[in-house]
DNA sequence: TTGTATGCGTTATCAG
DNA sequence: CTGATAACGCATACAA
């Protein structure tokens, strides 16, 4: 049989209810502290986590949402961002439980709700931010405490936590810019997204800032993604009235360029790219990077910090926009 | 106050023990069973996890250790694997949680060790084949059910799944003889590796099955990242004997590739390249590959599925080697 | 500061 | 097939 707290308490000659006090910190006479340390060192006693959850309905496991974007290749994001939030949870002796991506935001949300009830999961940091309001506030109505990255619904009372990434786009095309580029294609995402806008304004800025016409020809829209990129490329290339392109992100970028090489256009010789994304400018050209630094793996601090936050004050809802850095770098003939 | 098993009990006119059958498919009267369903339905009954897992002793997790090489932006490794790990954990009711790579060994060990002693995991994948057999004793010792993937010393009796990746590698060598290469040069990982020695040897037969003589000077060892690839190809590249290379993984592959390019080499015309991985070949450049039916994916199945044989079985040790698939593309000019 | 008693919600045992 | 009851290991009032 395993060594319990009353074998402790036994062998200490105190009462279970006084190793429980040493366990959890809570004010004990020096003395018998020590006392009930040594025991506990000398037994091996572990104390069991199933009974400590069940007597204080706390799980100790928080949940994170996979993306099912974090299955393509270019999409880095969700490991970085898992090491930031597991050193922030392993500091506060939790857990951290991966959430599958189902396909469906009603069977996801289903699964999140249906975990929260079992008591399986004390909170979430949710890095799908295409769930729908409503979803959202059904998560709410079970008083779920809930991180998400990325941007909501302003109406929508949860906690957020999202890379500044408009400015992010505004450095790369400045960076542009200061090459005495004129004519920048913008590679965007989707528009109905709040990050697209986002970016698209940060792009928008920057020429205003050095006063640069903003040309809506110069702007194409197709999905993030590495074929969404291709394709937008592809469409603008023939008439070639650009000098530079700035991509929605680095997908997007290496799109381009595959289909800058496919017509023989030198990059940066001919057309200036760049890209930029929440891990550091280049990523996917260059794979050695250390990432410790970059902004996701803050993000994922920040996040879990905001959710152990919640855990403890179920009212205390904040949001937080992190900086972004510009990395400029030459890769594979690119700049990205 | 949260509904309980005794509220449903009650309003079924049942015993407590008897709704506990019901929820877990034991023999109920068909009627009984009815009735005590549709109360659970009327009450919103959610059976209390943490509950169901003090009494049973179960903490329906399995932990996962994620690889620091997943944090680098080649490896790809991890995530294709948990989903498949998470597919067959959610089968069972089980939740996959994931254990932080902490650097040191003795760290790891411990924090396994420790998570398991509290009842809080009850088993682990382990994707981190560097463990020494002093670390997989101590595991034993403690009964901790385990599967490893990748090699671990013969006489280590832990279940194991891996990829058939000499094989591969086979493969992939013989894809360039078949082009007409016989001066294929052989980008190696450390040789103390099993993994490393196997792949060494599916190039080998490869070349043998041909009828083509190894030549020692075509193997370059180095560390199996993209950096390694760079080295090891700059350090070939000058007196250029070769007209094509594979190299261990696609992390050296693509570093190959970088020190090819930067001395004007064009990749596939003057020298084929040919790397292999656990997922579909040319992951990076192919960032849009569906992941679904790689290698790895079927490899997280089969972990997770092996892992539950050992949870039901605890004397039940086996081992899977997965057969891989030669995926060529072109792409970005190179073959990979 | 410490001990006693009780409760947490479920499963398991063993009668009936 | 069903029900009463003990047990799981810890936390927490409350009393001492």
Same sequence: chains 1, 2.
Avoid: W
């Amino acid at each position: 049989m395993r060594v319990t707290i009353k074998d402790v308490a036994k062998l200490a000659s105190v009462s279970p209810a006084t190793v429980s006090k040493v366990l959890n910190n809570k004010p004990v006479k020096q003395e018998t502290g020590q006392r009930v340390k040594e025991v506990i060192k000398k037994l091996d006693y572990h104390p069991n986590l199933l009974a400590k959850s069940f007597a204080r309905k706390i799980s100790y496991h928080i949940g994170v949402t996979v993306s099912t974007g974090a299955l393509t290749p270019v999409d880095q994001f969700f490991l970085i961002f898992l090491q930031g939030v597991m050193e922030v949870a392993t500091a506060n002796t939790y857990s951290v439980s991966i959430v599958p991506a189902l396909g469906s935001e009603q069977e996801e949300e289903n699964l999140i709700k249906e975990m929260f009830r079992k008591n399986m999961i004390d909170g979430y940091i949710l890095t799908n931010p295409y769930y729908s309001p409503r979803t959202f506030l059904e998560f709410l109505k079970l008083d779920i405490p809930l991180v998400v990255t990325g941007r909501v619904q302003e109406s929508i009372p949860i906690s957020t936590v999202d890379a500044n990434s408009a400015e992010g786009i505004y450095l790369a095309t400045s960076h542009l810019i200061e090459l005495g580029h004129e004519r920048i294609l913008f590679l965007s995402g989707p528009k109905q997204y709040f990050v697209c806008e986002d970016r698209l304004n940060g792009y928008l800025s920057a020429l205003r800032a050095r006063k640069i016409k903003p040309d809506g020809k110069l702007i194409i829209e197709d999905d993030f993604t590495f074929e969404g990129g291709y394709r937008a490329a592809r469409r603008a290339i023939d008439d070639l009235d650009f000098t530079a392109i700035c991509a929605y992100n680095d997908a997007m970028a290496i799109g381009a360029l595959k289909a800058l090489q496919e017509k023989g256009i030198k990059v940066p010789r001919q057309v200036s790219l760049v890209g930029y994304d929440d891990l550091p400018i280049g990523t996917m050209l260059q794979p050695m990077l250390t990432t410790v630094h970059s902004p996701i793996y803050q993000l994922g601090k920040e996040a879990a910090k905001m959710l152990f936050a919640n855990l403890k004050d179920r009212d205390n809802i904040d949001d937080l926009i992190l900086p972004v850095k510009l990395i400029v770098r030459e890769s594979c003939g690119a700049v990205l």
